[in-house]
């Protein structure tokens, strides 16, 4: 026989000396931790697919959204509300310009209402020497012609202003004389004609 004892002492004896229970327990902490794991990477997907569900969804509305956008725009009317935009402007341009133009006027005619001002403030209520003298000169021949009418005589200007035709009326006569200005004739010939026939 090859072996001095019994086989079946020897395996018994051999069995009796492996102690397996570390090892169980070993299994058992690992068994745990992949279940532990199993657990966690359970929760982690089932959170990443809720992840995804609410992206997917974020991603129809925004595809929803887009399409609306896409549909609701038109490149003709687009280019339509861009033209008369454009229009607008233009006209808004040239109304200012044309403001512009006209408050410039404005200020320059101010300006030649304001000079004329000052100037009358300066020449004062009775004008200017030149506006007195116009006066004097124009009452002068008011009061020639008042003096004429008092006496019957009236004095017709043509339109030049020039003086050419006299009406002397007699009321005690009852007469009414013509008479055409002649200037080839003198003052001094016309004024004992007028004498003459009042």
Known sequence: MLLDEDPATLI?????????????????????????????????????ESALKKLARNLNTLKSHHSETVSAHSSAEHASQILALDTQKFRIAKAAADLEVESERAEQELESVMSKLSDLDMQGLEGGEAER???????????????????????????????????????????VHVVNI?????????ANYFWQTM
Do not use: C
């Open 12 to 48: 018994h004896h051999t069995i009796g000396n492996f102690n397996i229970h570390p090892d169980k327990n070993a299994i058992d902490r690992i068994s745990d931790s992949l279940l532990t794991l199993q657990q966690a990477r359970d929760l982690r997907v089932q959170e990443a």
């Open 133 to 175: 003298g116009k006066r004097e000169l124009e009452d002068e021949t008011i009061l020639k012609l008042k003096v004429y009418r008092s006496l019957g005589v009236e004095i017709e200007a043509d339109d030049a202003g020039t003086y050419t035709k006299a009406v002397i009326r007699n009321n005690e006569k009852g007469d």
């Open 182 to 190: 002649d200037p080839k004739f003198s003052r001094f010939f016309y």
